[in-house]
């Protein structure tokens, strides 16, 4: 069975069509009969024609065009970019109210299973009555340049809103194979359980943009997160 | 706060109590205040009166007198031998209609939290419309005899039970520091997510083990496993 | 610095040219202007000329035939099926004595490098005076048919040589993403220092079969490994 | 064998006998016939006579005491504190013109172990024609006060000299259990090698203060390191 199998054909567009994140969603696309109707590269948008829904996996620095080209053109958007400032993600809700919108700093299916499980633990490990504690360690290439990445520090968010206590670390390794790890560390009284996420392939990442954007089509305005695209998926009776 | 704060007196008894972790158990109840009644050591069981629960941390070869014991003398029985065959499972069963019974082939908190998360990833996984494959991994001293440990097989038990299909492998390895490692690991399309349980000092299972035998005196017969032991627990007020 | 820079044009042949490995040596030739003359496939031997030397990227059941074509048309071999048999091994040592033969169960530079440190390692604790122990696992995806690999065989038969005393366990998983993890593993009191190499992208093997196709062509025949021509190459004036 | 078999009767002084390592030290010296001439505890030095050699666990605030004590008594010293500023190093090395001195940040043989093999890969991959990158990843529990570690800074510090390139990045996790992680990672196209060194018992730690004692004491004055002490126990005939 093609991971893609239950795409329809679809009209994107990819801000950030030349990037790395980017131009695996152009390819995965094109291999599941998805036309790439709009590429926004670093010079310029290239466009042929409306797309029925915007990814974006550029910069921080694109994402005011972006904005403005979805509420303008009414196109749902699936927003990848990780590094947003606080205000950014404000703005991103306000679009919401006139189109669809996924906040998706994490596209990967494996994201979503890990924060799974760590909603699992940080349930049990509430008011145990054992000592524990919790650290997360994360790694990506060099040219990564925020750090901690805002995956770890989503994971270290939801940590400490759902067991009641802060992670005693957050720390970011900088080097290695493309693409990443994501590593949450519980420490009790001689033993650990460790969760780790690694991702050696940007296919994860541009699978997951294309069933949101696939997803989102289908949906009323609003603000969504990846959570509601692969919780949706799963709810399908062909699951 | 100590992790043994709610126990209260107790007078146990400790099969293999000159063993690696029934030294460790003995060790344990001394330090918070249980008394150890009765001591099974390969050549005799030295016993100063009849303890409130027995510990069985021996091997399969003690299992018929242990039984034996309980049934005679009418005392619950916290079963910490990881090797023991279907037949012995079933007499265990049978045990468990006149005193109470805890099966507990792996005694550690990081093993029912590992556990809870293989439940958390295979109800994800189950009917998922992407591909994947998990695998298990254990590794125990070169002095463990059996392979694969009891653990990994159970682990793989549920995986296949809950998830819908089997493992793919449960491999062995059989070196490095004690306790022991067991690591489950999904593999999706360029991404893979892991759920390792690591012990380094014994006192994690025998902790356990005296957790199991408080919470056994307590309970009509019934045979019990350490989930009901910690689920229990939890659920406690002051938990 | 592209990794292939010194790379002169070179007719090699493939054999196994539609395999996993054998397809990406083809595309790593195509990329560093190597022309493919020979393209061994299941069915048939596609051939634009004798080539300048042999890539045996398939299966042991090609192997009499490689053989057979390398001693007739004097091409020198860059075998790389690990899972020879121990006489099929002895075969390409008398083909060393027409033509320049590089047994090659393991082409990464990695490899080479985990070697390298195994050695250190191994003469470090010969006759030591601390107890220590070394355990070696490999993992594989499922599809991987011989167990444990011969490159873990080989870690493995190197470490019991130049320690002195042999593994306590050589253990294989399948599973997981391609391509492979070999881990050594040294237990001391309290300690252990591991040396793991994983190969994510076949990338690399196949680097390394152009590295030693492009080396043979400039040697008298002989039986080489990878370590001679990895050495070799370290050795340059312009390395 | 018992790794301290060839530890002939001392008389040892451990300052900061109450810490986490001196404590390990003394509980290990008592099992090896060792006297404890002399126990440095934070509020004062209990002492019944002057040792043959004295070994620092405490604390950089203890350091003038130690050296004053050493030069004046005419005293051996194993220095094992770690965060020692440079102008505090440079006085062990004034120490030493009087007496020996054993500058130990990092006692454990296992780290002596992953130095050498640091040494292997750096020589074999300076001016190596392929691509690669270095990082460094420590690890310790929470209550470790500087970041990164004086091992892993020395880690960094050899690999730029050796390899002629510095690392990447020196990352530091605090969590976790007792005691340490330290791991290397070379990268290079599709591929890594890593080589991680793990301490989970202070047991490790102390065996080496005592093997540095033992060894001190039938040296003449001078400045050493760990290095100096494991390969002259290793060209022992008896070794």
């Given at each position: 069975?093609?991971?893609?199998?239950?795409?329809?054909?679809?009209?994107?567009?990819?801000?950030?069509?030349?990037?790395?994140?980017?131009?695996?969603?152009?390819?995965?696309?094109?291999?599941?009969?998805?036309?790439?109707?709009?590429?926004?590269?670093?010079?310029?948008w290239?466009?042929?024609?409306?797309?029925?829904?915007?990814?974006?996996?550029s910069?921080?620095?694109?994402?005011?065009?972006?904005?403005?080209?979805?509420?303008?053109?009414?196109?749902?958007?699936?927003?990848?970019?990780?590094?947003?400032?606080?205000?950014?993600i404000?703005q991103?809700?306000?679009?919401?109210?006139?189109?669809?919108?996924?906040?998706?700093?994490?596209?990967?299916?494996?994201?979503?299973?890990?924060?799974?499980?760590?909603?699992?633990?940080?349930?049990?490990?509430?008011?145990a009555?054992?000592?524990?504690?919790?650290?997360?360690?994360?790694?990506h290439?060099?040219?990564?340049?925020?750090?901690?990445?805002?995956?770890?520090?989503?994971?270290?968010?939801?940590?400490?809103?759902?067991?009641?206590?802060?992670?005693?670390?957050?720390?970011a390794?900088?080097?290695?194979?493309?693409?990443?790890?994501?590593?949450?560390?519980?420490?009790?009284?001689?033993?650990?359980?460790?969760?780790?996420?690694?991702?050696?392939?940007?296919?994860?990442?541009?699978?997951?943009?294309?069933?949101?954007?696939?997803?989102?089509?289908?949906?009323?305005?609003?603000?969504?997160?990846?959570?509601?695209?692969?919780?949706?998926?799963?709810?399908?009776?062909?699951?």
């Amino acid at each position: 069975m093609s991971p893609m199998s239950w795409v329809s054909p679809l009209r994107i567009g990819v801000i950030g069509a030349g990037g790395r994140l980017g131009s695996e969603i152009v390819a995965l696309a094109s291999e599941n009969n998805c036309t790439v109707a709009l590429r926004g590269l670093r010079q310029e948008w290239i466009t042929s024609g409306t797309p029925d829904v915007i990814i974006d996996a550029s910069h921080d620095t694109a994402f005011e065009s972006v904005l403005a080209y979805c509420c303008e053109e009414s196109v749902p958007l699936v927003e990848a970019v990780s590094s947003l400032a606080p205000e950014q993600i404000e703005q991103l809700a306000t679009l919401g109210r006139a189109v669809g919108v996924v906040h998706a700093p994490n596209l990967s299916y494996g994201n979503h299973l890990q924060h799974a499980v760590l909603l699992t633990l940080a349930h049990l490990l509430r008011d145990a009555s054992c000592g524990w504690e919790c650290t997360i360690m994360e790694r990506h290439p060099t040219f990564k340049r925020d750090r901690p990445s805002a995956t770890a520090r989503r994971l270290a968010r939801t940590w400490s809103d759902e067991s009641g206590r802060g992670v005693s670390d957050v720390a970011a390794v900088r080097g290695g194979l493309p693409v990443s790890d994501h590593e949450l560390t519980v420490t009790l009284a001689g033993e650990t359980v460790t969760v780790k996420h690694s991702v050696t392939d940007r296919r994860a990442a541009a699978s997951g943009a294309l069933k949101a954007a696939q997803w989102l089509v289908t949906k009323p305005p609003g603000l969504y997160t990846m959570t509601d695209v692969y919780v949706s998926e799963k709810e399908k009776p062909n699951g």
